[in-house]
T-cell receptor
Framework: NAGVTQTPKFRVLKTGQSMTLLCAQDMNHEYMYWYRQDPGMGLRLIHYSVGEGTTAKGEVPDGYNVSRLKKQNFLLGLESAAPSQTSVYFC????????????FGPGTRLTVT | AQSVAQPEDQVNVAEGNPLTVKCTYSVSGNPYLFWYVQYPNRGLQFLLKYITGDNLVKGSYGFEAEFNKSQTSFHLKKPSALVSDSALYFCAVREGGGNKLTFGTGTQLKVEL
């Protein structure tokens, strides 16, 4: 099993550009999450999904959109990137009823100039 | 709303000495508490959990945590630190009855020879 994978690992964008981050998991998990990690702020939840075709807002959803067309994939989109979105983005997944065992991907380091 | 606080940004310990990484929580109802570890350039990994039962819970890599209801604390401990324990440690609390976790800001543990 590959677990949770994220594509790409690194990206540099100019302000106003758009991009999509891909998260894939091969554990057949129902729940998936997108977090951002910033120094001194820990992890903050952007959006999450409790199953294929469903998404919901987390703590810091503004400026991001998500889609969960297939159970194994969770996409995070930035329509018009801003320097404030410079961060490390983590995807995670877990089984229903086991909320603490979230499995994390290796992260995507995004810089917006 | 549930929250966790990690009062120390960094903890320095000599190899072989005991270590403690502090976490306090604020929840309504029974707390579900967790510790995760993040090694450099990696995603977070689950270490241990407290849901109910014994106040001392044991986890991976020789770590344990002590739940103290009166002090609303859930400190992470290890009797003898290793240089390889150097990492970023996050305390987390389950939100309500769902699957979302709220993470603390993290504590950088540095174990020196």
């Amino acid at each position: 099993n590959a677990g949770v994978t994220q594509t790409p690992k690194f990206r540099v964008l100019k302000t106003g550009q758009s991009m999509t981050l891909l998260c894939a998991q091969d554990m057949n998990h129902e729940y998936m999450y997108w977090y951002r990690q910033d120094p001194g702020m820990g992890l903050r939840l952007i959006h999450y999904s409790v199953g294929e075709g469903t998404t919901a807002k987390g703590e810091v959803p503004d400026g991001y959109n998500v889609s969960r067309l297939k159970k194994q994939n969770f996409l995070l989109g930035l329509e018009s990137a801003a320097p404030s979105q410079t961060s490390v983005y983590f995807c995670a997944s877990n089984r229903p009823g086991v909320p603490y065992e979230q499995y994390f991907g290796p992260g995507t380091r995004l810089t917006v100039t | 709303a549930q929250s966790v606080a990690q009062p120390e940004d960094q903890v320095n310990v000599a190899e072989g000495n005991p270590l403690t990484v502090k976490c306090t929580y604020s929840v309504s109802g029974n707390p579900y508490l967790f510790w995760y570890v993040q090694y450099p350039n990696r995603g977070l990994q689950f270490l241990l959990k407290y849901i109910t039962g014994d106040n001392l819970v044991k986890g991976s890599y020789g770590f344990e945590a002590e739940f103290n209801k009166s002090q609303t604390s859930f400190h992470l401990k290890k009797p003898s630190a290793l240089v390889s324990d150097s990492a970023l440690y996050f305390c987390a609390v389950r939100e309500g009855g769902g699957n979302k976790l709220t993470f603390g800001t993290g504590t950088q543990l540095k174990v020196e020879l």
